[in-house]
């Protein structure tokens, strides 16, 4: 069971990033534009928006952008998330991104969600993770 770290999450900078990264967004197909901001645990805000394909389903959502630029420019791990769309109201991240997060989580990782904030075991009870690689034989 996770809890909630006591961190001081500047969310406004954050909800500012997200909604910068939306604007960058490449949704003409379904016309949804996202963007993500985090936190990492060494102070620094990276961001992703959502790149659609022609070939609907190679979509690549926000959160994908987000990784890799968090992996790009130094790694570590993610203290707090916020995701926006077209509006700039949170939305919540979908499945498929809930687990790429869970990845890079940091300890009491927070979350920004429709009903506040959340920590990553209320948005992804029982996660598969790396841990449960070593299980096999
Ligand atoms: O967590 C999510 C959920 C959806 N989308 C994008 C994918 C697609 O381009 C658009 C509509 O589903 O929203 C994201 O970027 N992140
Ligand atoms: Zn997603």
Redesign the pocket.
Known sequence: MTTLHERRVDWHALEEAAVQAMER?Y?P??K?????AALTEDGRIVS?????NASYGL??????ALVGQLHMTGGGRIAAFY?V?GQGNV????????QLLFEFRAPGMQLMTTQGIKSMDQVLPDAFGPENLEETT
Request: hydrophobic share 35%; proline share 7%.
């Open positions: 967004a949704a197909y379904s949804f534009p996202v963007g993500a992703g928006c959502n790149v659609e979509t690549l959502c926000a959160e994908c995701c769309d939305l919540m991240p979908c499945g498929r991104c809930r």
